[in-house]
């Protein structure tokens, strides 16, 4: 079992940064490899990014790739995505997960945590 819990989500300008964090916990956490996906309302749950247990291989969504930046500590058992030239479309609920196989497919990650509002203005 691995139980991940996000912060750092808010509201935030258009062209802004917000650098979301998730800490990861329970037996063997440090070995699967972290993700972030998010969903907007009334649209299905997409991928962010994600990042290998070594943090070796990273692989972004177009939409955000150039403006994210994901990466992992493991030593403190977190994951960080650094967020910025936010966009109005980028407002969502954002979620961490966890799997053993890296995946942009969200029913295909067994972990979730509960998820941080973030809110774009224009």
């Known amino acids: 079992q691995v139980q991940l819990a996000e912060s750092g989500g808010g509201l935030v300008q258009a062209g802004g940064s917000l650098r979301l964090s998730c800490a990861a916990s329970g037996r063997d956490s440090r070995d699967y490899v972290m993700g972030w996906f998010r969903q907007a309302p009334g649209k299905e749950r997409e991928f962010v990014a994600a990042i290998r247990w070594n943090g070796d291989a990273t692989h972004y969504a177009g939409s955000v790739k150039g403006r994210f930046t994901i990466s992992r500590d493991n030593a403190k058992n977190m994951v960080v995505l650094q967020m910025m030239s936010l966009k109005p479309e980028d407002t969502a609920v954002y979620y961490c997960?966890?799997?053993?196989?890296?995946?942009?497919?969200?029913?295909?990650?067994?972990?979730w945590g509960q998820g941080t509002q973030v809110t774009v203005s224009s």
């Open positions: 997960s966890a799997d053993r196989v890296m995946s942009t497919m969200a029913p295909r990650w067994v972990y």
